[in-house]
């Protein structure tokens, strides 16, 4: 397989063109199997994205470019060697982000003479989870010639925003906690024109916007961060929360969960039941009330494992799925 880094124009969250990149994975093969893109998980440093040479990139190459599929993996807005903010689970303006990719990778098999397959497949880990159910939502709400979702997996990921996602890192239990709702409330103010101090107390309604640059590691992120999530949010927010009242990053939350809509083509939700950063919650409630609507979803257990694990193992019961689909 040859791999590349592709640039290409997309739309940022205020709808004004933005630079993104990619990696494209195209397999020495006369005949491509199918499409696979590929949304990776939370990351704080734009250097840690597929399209730079990173164990990721190679990792998620070897398993589906090497094995015949045409892959697509954006490093999404933020990351990658373009500039700018990533906007951490802003549905629309992520999914618009991988389309776009997907639009460039086809120009790119275009003039290396690569024949574009009529299968799409949409993989997603962590954060790439909710990355891949928004993309297989907006293509199936508004169709894109050659990007016809033939199925969607996704590995622990957060889908429930509003009612699942956000209480459960709020609570705490695990280290990522911290880093989901700093990210989620600086990049949410960013976009919906929000004061950070109308949430978070002082010194954090500042520090979010520096920690959040790209530049600084999980490491640096977590340090300068508050073991216990509930320190960063005001008083006053927190006790209008617990009681039900609504804000402005409610709506948020609620407006970007992907959790509640009726997909066509196959989705398959895996988890693991040690999972403390995405509760399995996340996975099985979303399946049922999917499933409950007619749509063609199941979640599945991949065992008694912890997060970065449950999304590991799940690459080649994935694979096995997808190869099954692409004959």
């Given amino acids: 397989?040859?791999?590349?880094?592709?640039?290409?124009?997309?739309?940022?969250?205020?709808?004004?063109?933005?630079?993104?990149?990619?990696?494209?994975?195209?397999?020495?093969?006369?005949?491509?199997?199918?499409?696979?893109?590929?949304?990776?998980?939370?990351?704080?440093?734009?250097?840690?994205?597929?399209?730079?040479?990173?164990?990721?990139?190679?990792?998620?190459?070897?398993?589906?470019?090497?094995?015949?599929?045409?892959?697509?993996?954006?490093?999404?807005?933020?990351?990658?060697?373009?500039?700018?903010?990533?906007p951490f689970l802003h549905a629309n303006s992520t999914a618009e982000t991988v389309i776009d990719a997907l639009r460039a990778a086809h120009q790119l098999a275009d003039l290396l003479g690569v024949a574009w397959p009529e299968k799409l497949f949409l993989l997603g880990a962590s954060q790439g989870g909710h990355v891949a159910l928004a993309t297989h939502r907006a293509l199936e709400r508004e169709p894109v010639p050659d990007l016809?979702?033939?199925?969607?997996?996704?590995?622990?990921?957060?889908?429930?925003?509003?009612?699942?996602?956000?209480?459960?890192?709020?609570r705490g239990g695990a280290n990522s906690h911290r880093v989901y709702l700093g990210y989620l409330v600086d990049t949410y103010a960013r976009i919906y024109g929000r004061s950070r101090s109308s949430v978070l107390r002082s010194p954090y309604d500042e520090r979010v916007e520096v920690l959040f640059d790209?530049?600084?590691?999980?490491?640096?992120?977590?340090?300068?961060?508050?073991?216990?999530?509930?320190?960063?949010?005001?008083?006053?927010?927190?006790?209008?929360?617990?009681?039900?009242?609504?804000?402005?990053?409610?709506?948020?939350?609620?407006?970007?969960?992907?959790?509640?809509?009726?997909?066509?083509?196959?989705?398959?939700?895996?988890?693991?039941?040690?999972?403390?950063?995405?509760?399995?919650?996340?996975?099985?409630e979303t399946a049922r009330r999917m499933s409950a609507l007619g749509a063609p979803v199941e979640a599945v257990c991949v065992g008694a494992l912890e997060h970065e694990e449950s999304a590991l193992s799940a690459l080649g019961p994935i694979r096995t799925w997808f190869d099954a689909l692409s004959r």
């Fill in 1 to 86: 397989m040859t791999l590349y880094r592709i640039g290409y124009w997309t739309r940022d969250p205020a709808d004004q063109p933005a630079q993104a990149t990619a990696l494209v994975g195209v397999p020495a093969v006369e005949r491509v199997r199918g499409v696979v893109a590929y949304m990776h998980g939370t990351r704080t440093d734009r250097r840690l994205a597929p399209s730079v040479p990173t164990l990721e990139g190679k990792l998620v190459g070897a398993t589906f470019a090497g094995a015949q599929y045409l892959l697509v993996a954006p490093d999404y807005l933020g990351f990658g060697t373009r500039p700018g903010p990533h």
């Fill in 148 to 170: 016809a979702v033939r199925a969607t997996a996704a590995a622990a990921g957060p889908y429930d925003l509003a009612a699942i996602s956000f209480p459960v890192a709020l």
């Fill in 214 to 284: 790209g530049y600084h590691d999980d490491d640096a992120v977590n340090a300068g961060l508050p073991d216990r999530p509930r320190l960063m949010f005001r008083d006053d927010f927190l006790a209008a929360y617990d009681a039900g009242r609504g804000s402005w990053l409610r709506d948020a939350l609620a407006a970007n969960s992907v959790h509640d809509w009726v997909p066509r083509s196959p989705l398959r939700l895996y988890y693991g039941t040690n999972d403390q950063d995405v509760p399995p919650r996340e996975a099985i």
